[in-house]
């Protein structure tokens, strides 16, 4: 999906459902772990892409799975609080 599409999309959910920023991103651990492999700003890069401010949230329920993973996750966990 390019930034046109993305764009489009937004605008239909802005009108019909009242939408805004800050936009709020659910985000789980598989997901944070990718992100800090590939040391991507994807903030920053999404930010660009929906041309709005967000906001990330972690559930408390993943915060303590990844609390029982150990220490393969311990930077995930870190970047997670």
Not at 40 to 60: C, H, M, Q, W
Request: glycine share 4%.
């Amino acid at each position: 999906m390019n930034n046109q599409q993305v764009s489009q999309v937004l605008t239909f959910y802005r009108i019909n459902f009242d939408f805004h920023d800050p936009y709020k991103f659910l985000l789980d651990g598989n997901f944070i772990k990718l992100i800090l492999e590939r040391e991507v700003d994807f903030k920053k890069r999404l930010e660009n892409a929906i041309t709005g401010k967000i906001k990330f949230y972690v559930p408390s329920c993943l915060i303590r799975e990844l609390e029982l993973l150990g220490n393969d996750f311990k930077l995930v966990l870190d970047k997670a609080k």
